[in-house]
């Protein structure tokens, strides 16, 4: 089993608006000192990468590619419903090293 990381660092490259935006300073807020990194197309590429490098968890649109080779991953959650270009064989590949991937589907269904 691996070590649980603490604080968790979190990438997310999710549109909340700007630093000082309510949106972003609630879920700021409500990290409970775990570490946001929130990136976006202003972002240089090789920053984004790097920051993903540290993550334990990705939240939105991770580039596929850059999933296998992070260590530190535990959870992967697409912000759409729908993870065609993260293919059978990749999402096999995170499960068999025990990280979790969701999706946002039937977030709009009736309960």
Do not use: K
Not at 45 to 74: E, K, T
Not at 80 to 106: C, D, F
């Amino acid at each position: 089993m691996r070590p649980e990381p603490s604080p968790y660092v979190i990438w997310c490259n999710v549109p909340f608006g700007d630093a000082a935006s309510p949106a972003r300073q609630r879920l700021v807020n409500a990290l409970g000192g775990h570490v946001l990194h929130v990136v976006d197309a202003t972002t240089p590429p090789d920053v984004s990468r790097a920051l993903l490098d540290q993550a334990a968890v990705v939240f939105g649109q991770p580039p596929a590619d850059a999933l296998l080779a992070r260590q530190a991953l535990r959870w992967v959650e697409i912000s759409s419903a729908g993870y065609e270009i993260y293919n059978a064989e990749l999402r096999a590949a995170l499960s068999g090293r025990g990280v979790i991937m969701t999706n946002a589907g039937s977030v709009y269904a009736d309960a």
